[in-house]
């Protein structure tokens, strides 16, 4: 049996990060997370992988793998590449958005020309 697996990752901007330091939060472990803003304007919280945790600041721009059992920060990408990426998705949000947006719908209103007979 032939199972195709695809990794996916998502974009997003570093708003805060949760260390495992004692003196900011109790916690179950030492892990980090991180509060992100991804480019599709929807905000999650997410873990952070161990060995970026150390190096990860507020206003990074990191990819998110997505992969059960729970999401985590894969990667961190230079200031220069991560603008260029979000504005890219962005921009490409934007105009799938503004394509989506119908126009207002025409209401007709029939009430109005009862009893009206044209002929």
Known sequence: ???????????????RIFSGN?????????SVQAQLEMWDTNQIIVMVHPSLA???KED????VRYAQPEPIVWRILRQKEGK????????????????NQKAAPIIVRHDADIGKMIG
């Open 22 to 30: 004692p003196k900011d939060s109790s916690a179950v472990d030492n």
């Open 54 to 56: 150390g190096s990860l």
């Open 84 to 99: 260029e990426v979000w504005e890219e998705l962005t921009n490409f949000f934007d105009r799938k958005k503004t394509s």
């Open 1 to 15: 049996m032939f199972f195709w697996s695809v990794k996916v990752y998502h974009l997003g901007k570093v708003m």
């Open 60 to 63: 990074d721009f990191v990819l």
